[in-house]
């Protein structure tokens, strides 16, 4: 017997009183077709069950590790850039590890699984393998459960991090957390965001964001913004996560904003953006934060479709008593007299403001054009490769799809239709499979994967604060918008 496949029997007689407890889950899946009826004498046996059961899990987890070892691996970028004297190099890693309290609130939709598979030890040692696998310099989660914070912070006490956490809020049990090494970085400034906003119709719901301004120790001029969001996931409703999305954006202009060029256009700090937000590439929140520019008006209300069911969703997406104009910046900031007061915000925070007055008259120009635009420049790490069986996938919700996201600032846009490089270079990526790939996994969680999300990393070159390449970036129909 080989190594691996004594430890994972030695697992499963530890958290089982016997081997005969796992049958229900792993037996009954042999109506489901996963594998052969046992029909001889000798299966009817409860320990030749218990053994053909322990085969199945093991030749399942085989087949996961085979997967793992060829398809999450490290890809480096044909156009990756060499690393000169000054950059910093450092790992990033997006995880939504979901929280065992939804697991458990949930059962219906992992009746498929093995239930061996869904036990937080089991979990909470697959996520721990994978993130000491990955080696993050910085680890973004989603679904960290509020009551596991502790326990991960000491199983991760070897990458020495700081912690950041926002739970969700309301009554959930979870929310987002930023680990980030202390012996690289050095935080300067963060900000908790709650898209619950009273009295707004589309912004009714607790998920929640997080942002990180970090600084290279040692080289203050060196700064990185870090955000991690967990957005809606009811499918039909695409107008509340585009609202979110406005939200988002709005604060990561107030975060990362650091200066004017000569013409007056606004410079930003280089910025990841990563997480779960429950929606598919090239959908219209998603055109939003690649392209920096998405006409609303006509879309299908809800559902955000060009020719979707249902009236059109207007041109007033939030209302203007939130101070966000339709340039995803707050209104009291457009002029950056006030960049780092975080009292020029009108946004609702259950830790420390009380709820806006009403809005009263009609919304004026900058809230009611139809259109969102922002001046961030996010790439998508990963090419997402739409079409059937190529695409990759990161989680599993009624088919194979990707929902999760690893966002960077490519470029920098310096006034009118230029932009130039920024100072944040994507190197590799960790390789996600695709929809044909993790078909034959058949679930997860599972044996070698501990969450229902894949996780996502790219490792990053920082280069010194203006030294990155000046040649302009030709834009795109919706950059010359802007």
Not at 236 to 250: G, I, T
Request: charge should be positive; include cysteine.
């Amino acid at each position: 017997m080989d190594l691996q496949r004594f430890r994972l029997m030695k697992r499963l007689c530890q958290q089982h009183r016997s081997l005969s407890s796992i049958l229900p889950s792993v037996l009954g899946s042999s109506r489901r077709g996963s594998f052969r009826r046992m029909s001889s004498p000798e299966a009817k046996d409860p320990f030749c069950q218990a053994k053909l059961a322990i085969d199945e899990l093991i030749r399942r987890y085989n087949s996961q590790l085979s997967m793992c070892e060829s398809v999450r691996r490290w890809r480096t970028l044909p156009t990756a850039p060499r690393r000169d004297p000054g950059d910093v190099q450092f790992t990033l890693m997006c995880y939504n590890i979901l929280a065992q309290d939804l697991l458990e609130m949930h059962g219906d939709l992992y009746d498929r699984h093995d239930s061996v598979a869904l036990s937080w030890p089991h979990r909470y040692d697959r996520l721990m393998a994978e993130i000491n696998l990955v080696r993050p310099d910085i680890l973004c989660l989603q679904e960290l459960q509020d009551d596991h914070r502790e326990q991960f912070s000491n199983g991760l006490a070897n990458f020495n991090y700081g912690v950041l956490y926002k739970k969700r809020t309301g009554d959930k049990p979870d929310g987002c957390a930023i680990f980030f090494r202390r012996d690289l970085f050095e935080l300067v400034d963060y900000q908790d965001v709650e898209y619950y906003q009273p009295s707004v119709k589309l912004l009714d719901r607790e998920n929640v964001a997080l942002i990180a301004k970090l600084q290279v120790k040692g080289n203050p001029t060196q700064r990185l913004v870090v955000a991690t969001t967990h957005l809606l996931y009811n499918p039909r409703r695409q107008d509340v996560r585009l609202a979110q999305v406005q939200v988002l954006l709005a604060e990561l202009d107030r975060l990362a904003f650091s200066g004017r060029f000569a013409n007056g256009t606004p410079k930003y700090t280089p910025s990841i953006v990563c997480g779960d937000f429950n929606l598919q590439p090239y959908s219209a929140p998603y055109m939003l934060m690649t392209t920096g520019y998405l006409q609303y008006d006509t879309l299908s209300a809800k559902t955000l479709e060009p020719h979707g069911p249902g009236s059109p969703l207007g041109r007033v997406l939030l209302p203007p008593s939130l101070g966000i104009t339709d340039d995803c910046r707050h209104e009291n900031l457009t002029d950056r007299a006030n960049q780092d007061d975080i009292r020029a915000t009108r946004l609702y925070n259950s830790q420390c403001r009380q709820p806006r007055p009403p809005q009263t008259g009609e919304p004026t120009e900058p809230f009611c054009q139809g259109t969102l635009r922002h001046h961030l420049k996010y790439a998508s790490a990963y090419r997402h490769n739409i079409g059937e069986g190529n695409q990759e996938a990161s989680t599993f919700q009624r088919d194979w799809i990707t929902v999760d996201y690893l966002f960077y600032s490519k470029h920098q846009h310096t006034g009118g239709k230029a932009f130039t490089e920024s100072d944040l270079k994507l190197v590799s990526v960790y390789g996600l499979p695709t929809v044909r790939q993790a078909r034959e996994i058949y679930a997860i969680p599972n044996m070698y994967f501990g969450s229902d999300h894949f996780a996502l990393a790219g490792r990053f070159l920082l280069k010194p604060a203006g030294t990155a390449t000046a040649a302009a970036a030709k834009p795109t129909s919706e950059e010359s918008k802007l």
